[in-house]
């Protein structure tokens, strides 16, 4: 399966409308040039339309037909302000600091999506991950039944052996620092849904440790097998198992030998690590070592889809972004 044109495929098949907060960064509007040449998806940017047409312009790249919003001026930015306050005026927030709020690109992109004037969004080209998931965290919040939002890797692995034919999830290597045992069940479950419905996958889930099976004794340890015990009882539906070693959850043969009853061991394609350190290690080391392509931090669990992008992203990885997050649009219709 080549993960990245059935994304954008799927996206063409069903427009959906995707803001781009970082829209007069260069990055973003080649990006966006490509998007609305290629139709992945209905833009609209974010800033001074006449700064964006003037960059757009020295860089050749024609934008003419993609909505600009310039939070400065648009009509819109009263309204967004009061839902704003609304939302969040029991947690001290006056109108005046609404209203001020509201300038803040990401606080106007997130507010978009909030009231369905965009179906997702997508930035953190110059952001972080922290500035992008804080507004989403405050006002788009979760989707039914999900208590925590987190986040996935596609990882695509050279070596097809690995996962399935080469293609893997990781999580959560973005959001929760240090996921307690419900929490990190809930990533579990939300990581194998993500791998079913938008990865096209038979999810088989290792919920990652430096023991195996009760192999070794420790707090953090017990943490996995709980949250693994959680995660069963929630959904015994889905495949998900551990503690395991990663080696046992890669490895055909020393799943066999340390964990022999388990389905899952020797046959992973979702790794679930215990926590932010472990995951986004774990992912740059694949990245890096493997020579693997890691596409994300997509996040899952958000009533509406927000994805991030790392700083040190192409334009090529923003057009990646807009089209899975067009698909995550198209899910949670
Ligand atoms: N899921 C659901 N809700 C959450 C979550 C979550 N994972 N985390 C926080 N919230 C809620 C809080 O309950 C709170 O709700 P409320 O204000 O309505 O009561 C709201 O979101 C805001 O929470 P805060 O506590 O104010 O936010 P916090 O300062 O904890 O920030 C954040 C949350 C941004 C996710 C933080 O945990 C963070 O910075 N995570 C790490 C991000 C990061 O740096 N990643 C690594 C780099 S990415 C890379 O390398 C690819």
């Known amino acids: 399966m080549d993960?990245?044109?059935?994304?954008?495929?799927?996206?063409?098949?069903?427009?959906?409308?995707?803001?781009?907060?970082?829209?007069?960064?260069?990055?973003?509007?080649?990006?966006?040039?490509?998007?609305?040449?290629?139709?992945?998806?209905?833009?609209?940017?974010?800033?001074?339309?006449?700064?964006?047409?003037?960059?757009a312009k020295k860089?050749?790249?024609?934008?003419?037909?993609?909505?600009i919003h310039d939070p400065a001026k648009s009509e819109k930015t009263g309204t967004y302000a009061k839902e704003f306050y609304e939302l969040r005026k029991a947690k001290g927030v006056t109108e005046e600091m609404a209203a001020k709020t509201l300038l803040d690109p990401m606080y106007y992109g997130t507010l978009m999506v909030k009231m369905g004037d965009a179906q997702g969004m997508v930035s953190g080209a110059v952001h972080t991950t922290g500035d992008l998931l804080r507004p989403g965290l405050q006002i788009v919040k979760t989707a039914p039944g999900i208590s925590v939002v987190s986040s996935f890797f596609v990882m695509l692995i050279p070596?097809?052996?690995?996962g399935q034919d080469g293609t893997m999830l990781f999580a959560d290597c973005a959001v929760n620092p240090n996921?307690?045992?419900?929490?990190?069940?809930?990533?579990?479950?939300?990581?194998?849904?993500?791998?079913?419905?938008?990865c096209r996958m038979d999810p088989k889930v290792a919920m990652l440790s430096f023991s195996t099976m009760g192999s070794a004794k420790h707090e953090n340890v017990t943490k996995v097998q709980n949250a693994v015990k959680k995660a069963n009882e929630q959904r015994p539906d889905l495949a998900i198992e551990g503690e395991l070693q990663a080696d046992a959850a890669l490895v055909?043969?020393?799943?066999?030998?340390?964990?022999?009853?388990?389905?899952?061991?020797?046959?992973?394609?979702?790794?679930?690590?215990?926590?932010?350190?472990?995951?986004?290690?774990?992912?740059?080391?694949?990245?890096?070592?493997?020579?693997?392509?890691?596409?994300?931090?997509?996040?899952?669990?958000?009533?509406?889809?927000?994805?991030?992008?790392?700083?040190?992203?192409?334009?090529?990885?923003?057009?990646?972004?807009?089209?899975?997050?067009?698909?995550?649009a198209q899910n949670t219709k």
């Open 3 to 55: 993960f990245l044109k059935t994304m954008k495929d799927l996206a063409k098949s069903d427009i959906q409308r995707i803001v781009l907060p970082e829209g007069e960064e260069e990055r973003n509007l080649v990006a966006a040039a490509t998007i609305h040449a290629e139709k992945i998806a209905e833009l609209i940017l974010l800033g001074n339309e006449e700064v964006i047409k003037e960059k």
């Open 59 to 67: 860089l050749g790249i024609s934008i003419e037909g993609i909505e």
């Open 159 to 162: 070596n097809k052996s690995y």
């Open 179 to 198: 996921p307690n045992e419900d929490e990190l069940a809930a990533i579990a479950i939300s990581t194998a849904e993500t791998a079913k419905n938008l």
């Open 252 to 328: 055909e043969k020393v799943g066999k030998q340390k964990a022999p009853n388990s389905k899952v061991a020797g046959e992973a394609n979702v790794l679930v690590f215990p926590d932010l350190q472990a995951g986004n290690i774990g992912y740059k080391l694949v990245q890096r070592l493997a020579g693997a392509e890691a596409i994300g931090p997509i996040c899952q669990g958000f009533a509406k889809p927000i994805n991030d992008l790392s700083r040190g992203c192409s334009s090529e990885d923003i057009v990646n972004v807009v089209a899975i997050t067009a698909v995550q």
